[in-house]
């Protein structure tokens, strides 16, 4: 799906779906969990909606941690969608739909914010599940790793 940054940012205001639960950190990473996450933006975006979908993950100690799965035209977390102004993408040129993984948590780097493509507009076209879980899988154990690494360090 192609839209101008106009466009997604009217339909982020009546056609975004959106999920979240709260797991534990060793919840959040098994397969079924993750794939709950999935199969909701998958559905969405084949229904011809934007999905957004959020594991607030509790960890042993600190805050918690946000793991979401966000669509969106480049690498800016949903809620910030304002920021996608003329110096980022042109208002009147039509860009592919992405899906990323964005985690954010206080520990988890300087900015507090980590964002990665999980598929391009192509790649959703084909994608499934079953493709999708293994790299989605990797990145979040990565990211809760770097988490308590970070929070260990702090002591």
């Known amino acids: 799906m192609k839209l101008t940054k106009d ?31 999935l199969t909701f933006v998958l559905d969405q975006l084949a229904s011809g909606y934007l ?22 035209l480049i690498n800016v977390p949903v809620k910030d969608a304002a920021r996608l102004d003329g110096k980022l ?16 948590g206080e520990e988890l780097n300087k900015s507090g914010l980590r964002i ?3 598929a391009t507009e192509a ?5 499934d599940v079953a493709s999708l879980l293994p790299p989605l ?4 154990a990565q990211q809760l790793a770097q988490t308590m690494e970070n929070r260990q360090a702090e002591k």
Request: hydrophobic share 40%.
């Open 7 to 37: 466009q997604y940012l009217s339909q982020l205001e009546d056609h975004l779906q959106s999920k979240s639960e709260e797991l534990t950190g060793a919840t959040v990473q098994q397969p079924a969990a993750l794939k709950r996450g």
């Open 51 to 72: 999905a957004q979908y959020e594991w607030v993950v509790r960890l042993r100690k600190g805050t918690p941690v946000s793991v979401r799965l966000e669509v969106n």
């Open 89 to 104: 993408l042109a208002a009147d040129e039509a860009s592919g739909l992405n899906l990323y993984m964005v985690a954010e």
């Open 116 to 118: 990665d493509q999980l």
């Open 123 to 127: 790649q959703l076209a084909t994608a």
């Open 137 to 140: 899988q990797e990145w979040v």
